[in-house]
């Protein structure tokens, strides 16, 4: 004869259950998150924004390395490291002069390397030397840049910001105004390259 389950008994199954599809479910959701995290992080435009101060290295001294390749050293911005990380051979930059009379796009680099450790930041003689980095677990990445092609005319960053509210509102340019490596979206690109096509409108040519 089959002995009756206690309600007790019954009460215990029914919870040891309920907590066992309760984990299940976080467990599901969370390698759904992290999968969602990777995917992310693996996505990107394949444009980018690259500054430099032209008397630090402009695209002419890009233009003057073997091949036109030369390798992006001495970012210290996690952000701007990341932005590097991810990366693709091939991906296209527009270059920007930074911290002068004038700022602006002036040409086109492409990526020709994937990221590798930034040798600058080991070396206590360079300028760019981090004390706090360890070769061992190295914080710190640069990639290799070819110079493609200088711009027919340089896009301000004056007439920039005259599409500031409209078609680049989500740039980093705007938003993240101190980043060197900054990523660009697809539709921000396209627009920027039919800008330099077009003449600028007098106000939006120079400095602001």
């Known amino acids: 004869k089959k002995e009756p389950v206690s ?8 919870e040891e259950k309920e907590d066992h599809e309760t984990t299940t479910k976080r467990k599901v959701a969370k390698t759904e998150a992290s999968k969602a995290e990777v995917c992310e992080a693996n996505t990107t435009s394949g444009f980018w924004l690259v500054k430099s101060e032209p008397d630090e290295y402009s695209i002419e001294e890009l233009k003057r390395q073997p091949d036109g390749i030369g390798f992006w ?26 911290s002068c009379k004038v700022p602006g796009i002036v040409g086109l680099a492409k990526v020709a390397s994937t990221a590798r450790v930034d040798p600058t930041a080991l070396d206590p003689k360079h300028k760019y030397y981090d004390p706090k980095s360890d070769p061992a677990k190295p914080r710190w ?21 005259t599409y500031s509210k409209g078609e680049l509102a989500r740039m980093d340019l705007f938003n993240k105004a101190r980043l060197s490596v900054q990523a660009v979206s697809k ?9 330099e096509e077009e003449e600028p409108e007098d106000d939006a040519d120079g400095a602001k």
Do not use: P
């Open 141 to 161: 990445y640069g990639v290799d840049l070819q110079y493609v092609r200088d711009f027919k005319r340089m896009v301000t960053l004056a007439e920039l910001k």
């Open 73 to 98: 050293d001495g970012v210290r911005n996690y952000v701007a490291r990341n932005n590097m990380q991810k990366m693709k051979v091939g991906d296209m930059c527009f270059y920007y002069h930074s």
């Open 7 to 14: 309600k007790k008994r019954g009460k215990a199954v029914k």
């Open 187 to 195: 539709d921000e690109w396209e627009h920027i390259m039919r800008l």
